[in-house]
């Protein structure tokens, strides 16, 4: 088509790749890499504050975890890439030895557990109070009311949302080229630079960043059908049933 060269795909950049093409799906793996990681901290951590945002009686945990949605959804992604990649090994010296991947999968995850954070909270009160009332009746203590009466229904509530997030992370993991992971877009970047081909080699990018997206949705979409309760619906759905 035009002027383009899909061959160039097959040449050798001269590196540990032999080709082009096993560099970009090396680049891939760095990209699943990161966002999976990111995703795993953002679960985890966006559940433990989503949580402290609904615990009654306990306003300071609420304080907490409304300081810790604002702080993190409220800087830009690349600032917070720059910070933890620079001033937080300049404040705290033993962070001088952590890796950039980790740095990077540390500051997506924060990023990305304010959103998860704030979905929960309101998944979490738009159940019935009934259900936490019924919860107390039993002699639950407070975790385990919200481990088996409250979460179960939350959580199916917010797989629509969680569904988005899932896939933004994966989109938001090409921040990480500016600081030098070697995932797709920088390998874009500088395979593009190196060929003179920067059409043909951000094409063959998109298409694996479709692809993962594709993939995302149809497991995200797999989930929610499995976790649907009779007569209970979620707010929104994954689209493409």
């Known amino acids: 088509m035009g002027n383009w060269d899909w061959q160039v795909y097959l ?31 953002a679960l985890v951590v966006g559940s433990l504050v989503g949580i402290l945002r609904t615990l009654p009686n306990s306003p300071g945990w609420v304080r907490f975890g409304n300081a810790w949605v604002e702080l993190f959804r ?11 990649y620079h001033v937080v090994p300049a404040i705290f010296t033993p962070a001088r030895d952590v890796p950039p991947f980790i740095l990077v999968v540390l500051a997506l995850g924060f990023f990305t557990s304010a959103r998860i954070a704030e979905q929960l909270r309101a998944g979490i009160q738009a159940l019935p109070r009934g259900q936490r009332y019924a919860g107390m009746a039993v002699g639950f203590t407070t975790w385990q009311y919200y481990r088996y ?33 070697a995932e797709l877009t920088q390998f874009a970047m500088q395979a593009g630079e190196e060929t003179a081909r920067p059409i043909e080699m951000y094409l063959g990018v998109t298409v694996l960043y479709i692809i993962s997206a594709m993939v995302i949705n149809r497991i995200m979409a797999f989930i929610e059908k499995r976790a649907r309760v009779p007569g209970f619906v979620a707010a929104g759905g994954t689209g493409g049933h």
């Open 74 to 84: 409220n800087i830009p992604l690349l600032v917070q890439i720059f910070l933890w």
């Open 11 to 41: 040449q050798d950049p001269g590196g540990k790749d032999p080709t082009y093409l096993q560099w970009m799906l090396s680049a891939w793996g760095w990209t699943i890499s990161v966002a999976l990681s990111a995703l795993l901290v």
């Open 149 to 181: 009466v409250i979460l179960p229904m939350a959580y199916r509530m917010i797989l629509p949302p969680l569904t988005s997030e899932s896939m933004n992370i994966f989109k938001n993991s090409s921040v990480a080229f500016a600081v030098s992971i």
